[in-house]
């Protein structure tokens, strides 16, 4: 069982880390104005900023809870636990999958697996979508866009 205040505190302390280190690595890029123009880092660092401002406002709602949900003794019980965890855990693999099989082959196989295995969607239909996919990942990137998406270690691997 997990508290509403430790979920709080929990997506707080993580929102705020990941917007710390998009202020970082925006840094890197350049704030301000260049010659050029706006430099590339100045919008990652003003979201990143606003997303380190807001999970601070969490995390001091999450200690001096006013409202009466944050005194919930239990937010997610083990039913609820299993369900979070049969959406992360799929996500999870198809971000680890990504460098070695790519954005395509990942998605393809994500789409399937969300859709086949928990008998969302028959085979035939979840394959389909599973096909349709990466084909208009790659039309609306590659194509429109001009947005090269990772090809990932397989492709690399038999030349392509």
């Known amino acids: 069982m997990i508290s509403r205040r430790a979920l709080e505190l929990s997506t707080a302390i993580l929102t705020g880390g990941f917007g710390v280190a998009v202020v970082v690595s925006s840094l890197d890029n350049g704030i301000g104005w260049s010659s050029a123009g706006v430099d590339a880092g100045t919008f990652p660092f003003l979201t990143g900023l606003v997303i380190v401002l807001g999970s601070l406002y969490n995390l001091v709602r999450g200690v001096v809870p006013a409202a009466r949900l944050a005194n919930v003794p239990i937010a997610l019980t083990s039913t609820e636990l299993r369900r979070l965890a049969g959406l992360f855990v799929p996500a999870a693999i198809f971000v680890a999958a990504i460098p070695l099989l790519g954005m395509y082959l990942a ?43 990772p090809h990932g270690a397989l492709a690399a691997a038999i030349g392509l």
């Open 107 to 149: 998605a393809a196989a994500y789409v399937f697996a969300v859709l086949a295995i928990p008998r969302h969607q028959s085979v035939l239909r979840s394959l389909m979508i599973a096909v349709a996919t990466p084909l208009a990942l790659y039309v609306v990137f590659e194509r429109m866009f001009q947005v090269t998406l």
